[in-house]
């Protein structure tokens, strides 16, 4: 048998077999990659949009308005103040208590109580100090905001 009497598929047919597998096998990779997509870029970010501090029968007490403007529900897990979590300091309470869940675009807010001159070891809130609010969320992100105390 010659090699030129051998026949083989047309280009035509080749290249048809090849586009109707490579279609839908692309087709399928696309949705798979972008459901993965899709999953991983999902993220929350809590933004602080206002915040004051008043003084009042010897109490502090500090106002946090925030919103999470990402794209994934957060939840506030923790409140600290100077970078110690709130219920080390003496008197002081956050209102709501934490856990605090954050859906996706909702405004809330919050209120830390605290009286004056309270204390931490040797660290002591008085006015005329700045402190720091964090809000810590699960998953593990950090929210300060530098309040003075009146």
Known sequence: MRASDQKGMSPVVTTIIIVAVGIPVAIALAICIGGLVATFTRF???????VWASLGSGTFTINMSFTNTGSSDATVTAVMINGIPYDRWSGAK???????????G?????????PNKSTN???VLTSGVTVTITLHTSN???YPKYVPLP
Do not use: H, Q, W
């Open 94 to 104: 956050v209102i709501p208590a934490p856990s605090i869940s954050a859906p996706v």
């Open 44 to 50: 929350e970010k809590l933004e602080i949009t206002n």
């Open 121 to 123: 070891g040797n660290s």
């Open 106 to 114: 909702k405004a809330l807010s919050l209120r830390v109580e605290f």
């Open 140 to 142: 593990g992100e950090d």
